[in-house]
């Protein structure tokens, strides 16, 4: 790569954390380009040449964040042990991708959409897509078969469990609450799509 | 009840209402305590004899809401069906209670909490004593025994998957895709906590 192409690029990846952190700290109604300028040390105007609306922004942001997630957790899944503790470790994981500074961002994002239009717009395709990397993703990492009855839907609850698992946590750190209800949901999941795994793992 | 009393007891019910409307529509930032008031048809003079902060009437819209649901669920209980059929039953009716606008006033105060100390001293006691409440009432509709083994993790985390459902459905209104979740969260359920079941239902 050229080195100005390099700089654009890491100026890009600086105002897309800055914008993560700035959204998590103080909400949408405070999130400005302008504020993710000045957190990020870019000036505004190179701010702007990247991302055309403030919408373009925060959505680019959490499309990286999201994205990197997803590729943290495949990464990590040469490490996992087989069998029931895989179910476990699995589960463990994916609710940990909804904790942090990115689903606090998240959250802000999708409040804010659901009294806005033109950004709502573009915050469902943008669920969508991270939605079907991480439903993806989990059914790789657990190793099951979608095709048999019951597994599609147990691990898109798996999905929505660690959303609200999420949600609860955005307020509170409640580790061993949360740790708790991992373990019990481990075992109904493995109960559930045990008979789906395939054979190799 | 004398009339002067019913008259107030009258506003200020008005008042948690439209409090709920507003923030689901408009959003935390755009919610003031004249908004409410003028959607309530009451005088600002009066909304603040009712409520001396922002606050305190936004967190006593919710904390009256989220009792009013839970009271909903347990005068619906008696027209349940027994046995596994029930586990379904109740499940969906707890998904159901976060939904609406109730849900989606909730989720802005949520949102709003994580970055405002005040607020959020004043959203965690309240979400705790409804999460109590509503956790206390899935037990009972659920007729099981809390101190089996599982019991009590599993029914934490069908709150939790109710929330997920909830912030999911947020933006979009996906019902046959809930309603698939619900079917076979169920099943899990009532595999797991099925041997817990008190011996009248």
Known sequence: MEPRQERSRATRRRLLDAAILCLAEVGWSGSTV???AARAGVSRGAAQHHFRTREDLFVAALRHAGAAR???MRRHAAGLPTGRERTE???AML?????????AAGVQLWAAAANAPALRAQVLPLEEDVGRQAHRAAVELLGVDEGAPGVRESVQACL???RGLGLAGLLT????RRERVVRQ???MLDAAVGAARSPVR
């Open 34 to 36: 302008a504020l993710v």
């Open 160 to 162: 929505d469990l660690a």
């Open 70 to 72: 997803v590729g943290e």
């Open 89 to 91: 470790a699995v589960v």
């Open 185 to 187: 949901w481990a075992v």
């Open 173 to 176: 750190d409640d580790g061993p």
């Open 95 to 103: 609710v940990d991708a909804y904790t942090g500074a990115e689903f």
